[in-house]
């Protein structure tokens, strides 16, 4: 693959973004324009990548980041809303800015699309991220542009703001940590810098218009996830589990007082849907080597180049 390739990436302040730039650049791709319009995040790609180009904007609204995309070979679209209240952020930021982006590709040409689902569009949740990430998802195969789509399931590494990471973080901070019901709700996390390497090889190999679910290899519940945080960090934090119904109006009683709280009740119930993904084998089909959870929980977690990193809201 032409390392001078001119990539486009909306929503590259963002977990999946932030570690793909990384990825790429160590890979040796450099012509790269990273799309956001949170000014935090987009502080922190500045701060790392002061060699690329970063233009900060709403994806929503048209503009003149729109002429970002006359010269792009590949866009690697990634912006999503992940967790609110209220359904409006959903819409506006992972509809409207899709068709906005799809609009752009088909008016110049550009020759291949990919784009970040999410396992939840195959899962039994129902909720706004999910919903929305349905129908983002159907906007891109009826595009009728050439595109891969990649779904990954819950994702953790460095600069994660949402899962993993605020969890281990909050563990540090209050004198017991709640376990919501039993706590035995399996999981398949994907190691975020795997994911990134999938993308990269799906951009060099450009399968045509396929789907492929990404799941992380290894199934672990979500206690021993938790388990496995406060080993590594060395917490002392005693784990508490609480009945899931007072969990759920605990939840629900913060996001009162939250306009975009880390975890919300609808975020509550995906984790205990009893979701359980297709595991194909991405490592043979992308040729991307798959980390062992532990492995990259410590990479994550104890990293001193980039586990200092924390993304906002």
Known sequence: MDKSLNIVIPGAAGLVGQNLIIQLKEKGYQNITALDKHPENIKVLRSLHSDIKIIECDLAEPDDWQQEFENADVVLMLQAQIGSPTIEPFIRNNITSTKNILELIKKH???????????????????????????????????????????????????????????SRFMEKVPFFPIPGHGRYMRQPLYEKDFCNII???????????????????????????????????????????????FYTLMAFYALFSKNPPFTTQQLKALIADDVFELIPWWEIFEVESTPFEAAMKETLLDESYSKFILKF
């Open 109 to 167: 040409e550009i020759p291949y699309l990919i784009h970040i689902s999410s396992s939840v569009v195959v899962s039994l949740a129902n909720d706004f991220y999910t919903n929305s990430k349905k129908e983002q998802e159907k906007l891109v195969v009826d595009s009728g542009l050439n595109y891969c789509i990649l779904r990954p399931t819950l994702m953790f590494g460095w600069f994660d703001r949402k899962h993993l990471g605020w969890l």
């Open 200 to 246: 990269i090889s799906a951009m060099e190999k450009q399968p045509k218009n396929k789907i492929y679910n990404i799941t992380g290899k290894e199934k672990i519940d979500y206690i021993d996830i938790i388990e496995t945080i406060k080993k590594i960090k060395k917490i002392k934090t005693p784990l508490i589990k609480i009945p899931y119904i007072l």
